[in-house]
C-alpha cells in the first residue's frame, strides 16, 4: 500500500513538471502590476513568481506611468493630487509631491513627463473649500519644475479652448512638445510657444473624413513612432472604417491601411511589431483578434471566455498574451494557439499592469 502511495505521488510530480515545462514562459522581462493593497508586484515572465513588492507610501498606486527611458514609474494616488516617483531597477522611492495646499485640493488630470526628467506638464483643477460651498477651478495646463517642486508656468489653451482632457506628447530629445486638437499642434519646449502645425488628416487618400487615432505608447516601439488602430469616416458609404496606422511624428508621416468595417476591438502590438493582438468586448460575444501587420490583415478571430473589463499586453518574447484588469487574477493565452494556459492569482484587486522587457545585455 505504501509503495503504491509513493508511486502515485511521484506520478502527480512528474505529471506538474511535465505541464510545467510545456507551459510556454513569457521572456526575459519583467511584469509590474498595481494593486488595492497598496502596492506593485514584480513577476519574472520565466516563472511568474513575485521576486520583488514596491510598498507605496502614497497609498493605493490607481495609475502608473512609464517614465520616457523606462527607468522610473510616476505613481498616483485615488485622489489624483500625489505623486510618487519610484526608481525601477532600485524599486526605491525617490521622490514625492503635491500641488495641494491649504483649502485647495489639486487634482491631476493628465501628466506628460519631459524625456530628460527635468519638468512635466500637468493639466490640473483646483477645488478649494470656501465656508458654505466647494469652488471648482478651470482646466489648466501647467508645467512642474520636478526638482524645485513648484509650477513655473500657466500654458495658455490652444486657440484659447479650454479641454476637461488633453493628450500631449514629447519628442525624443523633449525639444518639441506635441498638442493634439483637430490638427496636432507643434510648440518649443522652451518657450512653450506654437512654432508649427500638422494637418495629419491630409497624411490620408483624398476624399476620407476625420482621422481618429490614440497614439498608443508602447514598449515595443522605436521613440517617436506609434502604432494602433485608428478609425475614420467614408463620406462616400456614409459607414465608419477601421485600419491599423503607424505614425511617424519627427517627419510628420502616416503609413496606414484600412481592414474593414469599423468593430469593437483592441489593438496590443507585439514585440518585433510583425503582429499586434486585440480583444474583442461584447457580453456573451468575446473573441482574440490576431493582426498580420506584415501582409495588413485579420489573421484570425477566436472566441474566448472573457470577463466584463479587461485589459490586454503581449509578453516580452510575443508568445504569450496577458488578460488582466479588472479582478485580482491574470490569464495567460498562448499567442499560437489562443488557448488558456494558466491564471495567475495576485491575492488583490489589481489597478495597473505593464511590461518591461529586458535591457540589451540582460540588465533593466
Excluded at 466647494?134 to 490652444?158: F, M, Q, S
Excluded at 483592441?266 to 493582438?277: E, I
Excluded at 457580453?283 to 485579420?298: A, F, H, Q
Aim: hydrophobic share 40%; glycine share 8%; net charge neutral.
Amino acid at each position: 500500500m505504501r509503495n503504491r502511495v509513493v508511486w502515485a505521488l511521484l506520478l502527480i510530480a512528474a505529471a506538474a513538471s511535465t505541464a510545467a515545462a510545456q507551459t510556454p514562459n513569457g521572456g526575459d522581462g519583467k511584469l509590474y502590476v498595481g494593486t488595492y493593497a497598496k502596492t506593485i508586484l514584480v513577476y519574472e515572465e520565466k516563472t511568474f513568481t513575485v521576486t520583488d513588492t514596491i510598498h507605496t507610501s502614497i497609498g493605493i498606486p490607481i495609475a502608473i506611468f512609464l517614465s520616457p527611458n523606462r527607468k522610473r514609474f510616476y505613481v498616483m494616488d485615488p485622489q489624483f493630487e500625489n505623486v510618487e516617483v519610484i526608481d525601477i531597477a532600485t524599486k526605491k522611492s525617490l521622490d514625492k509631491f503635491t500641488l495641494s495646499h491649504g483649502k485647495t485640493q489639486v487634482r491631476i488630470r493628465g501628466l506628460t513627463v519631459e524625456p530628460n526628467e527635468k519638468f512635466a506638464v500637468f493639466l490640473i483643477k483646483t477645488a478649494t473649500k470656501q465656508t458654505d460651498r466647494w469652488e471648482i477651478g478651470k482646466p489648466t495646463l501647467v508645467r512642474y519644475d520636478l526638482e524645485k517642486h513648484a509650477v513655473t508656468d500657466t500654458i495658455p489653451w490652444p486657440k484659447g479652448e479650454e479641454r476637461e482632457g488633453a493628450q500631449m506628447l514629447f519628442s525624443p530629445n523633449g525639444d518639441l512638445l506635441y498638442f493634439f486638437a483637430d490638427e496636432v499642434l507643434i510648440f518649443e519646449t522652451k518657450t512653450l510657444k506654437q512654432v508649427d502645425r500638422w494637418e495629419m488628416g491630409r497624411a490620408l487618400e483624398e476624399g476620407m473624413g476625420r482621422f481618429n487615432f490614440g497614439f498608443p505608447e508602447t514598449v515595443y516601439e522605436e521613440p517617436g513612432f506609434y502604432t494602433g488602430m485608428f478609425r475614420v469616416s467614408d463620406p462616400v458609404q456614409n459607414r465608419t472604417l477601421m485600419g491599423v496606422a503607424r505614425v511617424d511624428l519627427v517627419k510628420r508621416s502616416v503609413d496606414f491601411y484600412t481592414l474593414g468595417p469599423n468593430e469593437s476591438v483592441g489593438f496590443a502590438l507585439a514585440p518585433g511589431r510583425t503582429r499586434a493582438y486585440g480583444l474583442k468586448q461584447q457580453v456573451g460575444n468575446y473573441e482574440i483578434w490576431t493582426y498580420d501587420l506584415e501582409n495588413r490583415r485579420v489573421l484570425s478571430k477566436t472566441p474566448f471566455k472573457g470577463r466584463p473589463r479587461m485589459g490586454l499586453d503581449v509578453s516580452s518574447n510575443g508568445s504569450l498574451l496577458y488578460i488582466h484588469t479588472a479582478g485580482m487574477t491574470i490569464d495567460l493565452f498562448d499567442t499560437a494557439t489562443q488557448k488558456l494556459v494558466r491564471t495567475i492569482d495576485l491575492g488583490a484587486d489589481m489597478t495597473d499592469f505593464y511590461v518591461i522587457p529586458a535591457a540589451p545585455g540582460g540588465g533593466r
